[in-house]
């Protein structure tokens, strides 16, 4: 029946039939989707809420006046249960990053598009309040204390209250007041998306495309930036969050001047209070309507959570107390204790062998330094290592090493990501020449010192002949 009325409405528009019709996979909301394949293809929607569609609608019409990127609405139905809209592709922001939220290391080109994301977020929030009559918000009109208090105890009765833990209700209420009080201590007449995250920004021809906005409303600042930044399956390092955070508040400066110590200090309050959001919201999906994807994406959010712990909340001191518990559950172990990746990079001289795998897995690489020009064959160079200044100088500036390097560092870089994703521990890598004295030890060196850097693994490094052994701690905090 909808995909008839579907195809109707896309024929009243277009004054032909659609080629075809598929749905498209359900998001956790109550719309269906489907892709109405022809000239032009088109994305139908039919959603149950006719109040959420016309609040989709209303805004839809309002962001593209203001020339905000939003999927165009071409057709809708007389009782705005269905609609069709501009085909804005597949490619999810989430999706485009799935490398980096998979790896923890995140390329320039994945960061490009979350730095491109940031900077659009206060065009949304001013630019799109900007004669928007909030009066079709839906269900709210604004963020205040009692959408506060709704979001704080959904999260009491559908996440904490599931977990098992033995609370005092009131006391919890009382902090809960507190909370709403901080967070409201600043009027805003800024747009507040509410569920921007990267499950909702789409990504076409290289830019970010906003959808899913009907749940906004009047609202501060702050809770945008702390639902993206600390979206949970999103998995951002501290430095990359901290970097992207200096890039919206760059962006904010062209709306309003910017008290960076002030808005640090408010945004934590967000990011605790949206934390507790999405679990209680995790927990109702997960727990109550058995969807896997929710369930998943529970330990995430609970890493954010013990994260943010770590620094106190004086203000909400019983609160804390119950989160704090509510991390140590063992069902919600710390993953960082999970076994981490450790890469052993080492020298040696072919003369006496390729060394052993103490790890027992076997396999790894083995990179013969052979074929590189030898510094060892000139005198003023044979009392000295691939560590001293000399034989750096003369290796680099011949520049065999460094081409040989660049093939290596590909080979080993895509392993490491891989390794990472997957959960193994051991990786091994050799560096052989004829002494083990010159070509070796600078490659062993600097793969070690990339990978490091690169990736945050521990890396051990072990000159064999030289009897040099050195360990490049891993960056586990941010995994």
Request: charged share 25%; hydrophobic share 35%.
């Amino acid at each position: 029946m909808i995909i008839e009325e579907l195809k109707k409405l896309y024929r009243t528009y277009t004054g032909h039939e659609p080629e075809a019709v598929n749905e498209l996979p359900s998001s956790g909301s109550n719309r269906r989707y489907f892709r109405l394949t022809g000239t032009p293809t088109l994305i139908g929607v039919s959603g149950t809420s006719i109040e959420e569609n016309q609040t989709f609608l209303y805004m839809a019409d309002h962001f593209r006046k203001k020339g905000l990127p939003v999927p165009e609405v071409v057709a809708k139905s007389e009782n705005n249960t269905l609609y069709l809209q501009e085909d804005l592709g597949d490619m999810l922001l989430f999706n485009a990053i799935e490398k980096g939220r998979k790896t923890n290391v995140f390329d320039e080109e994945e960061k490009q598009l979350l730095h491109k994301t940031m900077r659009l977020l206060p065009t949304i929030q001013f630019i799109g309040a900007d004669g928007m009559d909030f009066s079709y918000c839906y269900p709210q009109s604004e963020f205040n204390s009692r959408s506060i208090l709704w979001d704080l105890n959904y999260f009491k009765y559908c996440f904490l209250k599931a977990t098992g833990i033995e609370f005092q209700e009131d006391r919890l209420e009382d902090d809960f007041q507190k909370m709403a009080n901080v967070l409201l201590r600043n009027s805003s007449e800024t747009f507040m998306y509410r569920d921007f995250q990267s499950r909702n920004v789409m990504i076409k021809d290289g830019d970010p495309w906003l959808i899913d906005f009907q749940g906004g409303r009047k609202g501060p600042i702050y809770y945008d930036v702390a639902s993206f930044l600390w979206q949970a399956k999103a998995n951002y390092p501290d430095s990359l969050r901290q970097e992207l955070l200096k890039e919206y508040i760059e962006a904010l400066r062209q709306y309003q001047s910017v008290d960076e110590t002030y808005f640090h200090a408010q945004l934590r309050h967000f990011v605790l209070f949206r934390t507790m959001q999405v679990l209680g919201a995790y927990g109702f999906r997960g727990y109550f309507e058995k969807k896997p994807h929710f369930i998943q994406s529970v330990p995430f959010a609970i890493a954010n959570l013990r994260q943010l712990l770590q620094e106190p909340y004086p203000e909400y001191p019983y609160l804390c107390h119950v989160l704090k518990e509510l991390t140590e559950l063992k069902q919600f172990a710390d993953s960082s204790q999970k076994p981490q990746l450790v890469v052993k990079v080492t020298s040696f001289s072919y003369k006496k062998g390729i060394p052993e795998d103490s790890s027992g897995n076997g396999g790894g690489f083995v990179f013969d330094c052979r074929a590189v020009h030898n510094p060892g064959k000139y005198d003023r160079y044979k009392s000295l290592t691939g560590l001293d200044e000399p034989v750096i100088r003369f290796l680099e500036e011949d520049g065999e090493i460094t081409t040989f390097l660049e093939h290596v560092y590909g080979l080993v870089d895509a392993s490491v990501k891989r390794y990472m994703e997957r959960g193994f521990t051991n990786l091994s890598v050799c560096f052989g020449c004829t002494g083990g004295q010159h070509r070796s030890v600078y490659s062993a060196q600097h793969l070690a010192e990339h990978l490091n850097k690169q990736f945050g693994v521990q890396v051990n490094l072990i000159h064999r002949e030289q009897n040099i052994e050195q360990i490049f701690e891993g960056a586990t905090s941010c995994k």
